[in-house]
């Protein structure tokens, strides 16, 4: 089987993008596995399009280990580029499971992207039990054995968990992640993100994705970081979550919705063999 495809990445969070809106590509889990292995295609997630009768189209999101993502918010940037070139248009609409999302094109390979409103009630998240989302007074360790105790927990389309400590670089995310990501507090598992607060303008962080690992960065991982400094009085509206590759500028609006701005890679055509 021969299957046309995308590649793109935004800030090096890389995606497969497959159009089902026209042929239809079955896949099973395997296969998705597959195709997201670096020793093959490699990506942090596939992307497949397909027809919606309510937007330009509706998006699904897979992990790396072939399990349904919720929400990509660097995806759904990155597909909001693509589908715009095709319908030239500066205005793009795509349905995911957490509704349909708007984004502009604004030149210059940045595209915005509104991801609505953040959920922090407990059973929203979920977690297995009734407790403050704001500090699940959750343990973990630096690389000197001193614990920190803490957490947020954000649901913005996926379950997101952000720990704000005073030196990223003092924690192993790629021991952390797991750890947490399995945590029994977590039935539907979670994103776990380490965070550092340089200004209330600036948060410098790295991720565990779940389902996917670490991740040279992350657009849902961002927009439930910068939610969670303002929760915390950290942070302002206005917030840059830098990433070792760069920085999206996320913006929660009187409403509550968190827009997300960045840049996204130019699309490269592929063709997959399996």
Request: without cysteine; positive net charge.
């Given at each position: 089987m021969e299957i046309k495809a995308f590649k793109m990445d935004g800030l090096g969070n890389d995606f497969v993008i497959i159009d089902n809106r026209k042929k239809v590509t079955d896949l099973s889990k395997a296969q998705i596995i597959k195709i997201c292995d670096r020793n093959f295609i490699g990506c942090d997630q596939l992307i497949l399009i397909e027809k919606d009768d309510t937007s330009d189209a509706r998006l699904k999101f897979f992990n790396s280990d072939g399990g349904i993502s919720g929400a990509c918010g660097n995806g759904t940037r990155c597909v909001a580029d693509l589908i715009s070139k095709e319908k030239k248009s500066k205005t793009v609409i795509l349905t995911t499971q957490s509704g349909n999302l708007k984004s502009e094109i604004l030149g210059n390979n940045l595209v915005t992207?509104?991801?609505g409103n953040?959920?922090?009630?407990?059973?929203?998240i979920p977690l297995?039990?009734?407790?403050?989302?704001?500090n699940l007074d959750i343990k973990i360790c630096d690389l000197n054995n001193n614990e920190h105790s803490g957490g947020t927990a954000v649901n913005v389309?996926?379950?997101?968990?952000?720990?704000?400590?005073d030196e990223i670089k003092n924690f192993d995310v790629a021991n952390i992640g797991p750890q947490i990501e399995n945590h029994k507090m977590f039935p539907e598992k979670c994103n776990v993100t380490i965070a550092k607060v340089i200004n209330r303008n600036?948060?410098?962080?790295?991720?565990?994705?779940?389902?996917a690992g670490l991740t040279k960065a992350c657009g849902t991982a961002a927009c439930a970081t910068a939610f969670a400094g303002r929760l915390n009085d950290l942070t302002d509206n206005n917030t840059d979550i830098e990433f070792e590759s760069g920085k999206l500028s996320i913006f929660i609006d009187e409403k509550n919705s968190i827009h997300m701005k960045g840049p996204v890679s130019d699309i490269e055509e592929i063709s997959i063999r399996l």
């Open positions: 992207t509104e991801i953040a959920k922090i009630k407990w059973d929203e297995s039990d009734k407790i403050n989302t704001k389309g996926n379950p997101h968990v952000i720990f704000f400590v600036l948060i410098k962080v790295k991720v565990w994705e779940r389902g």
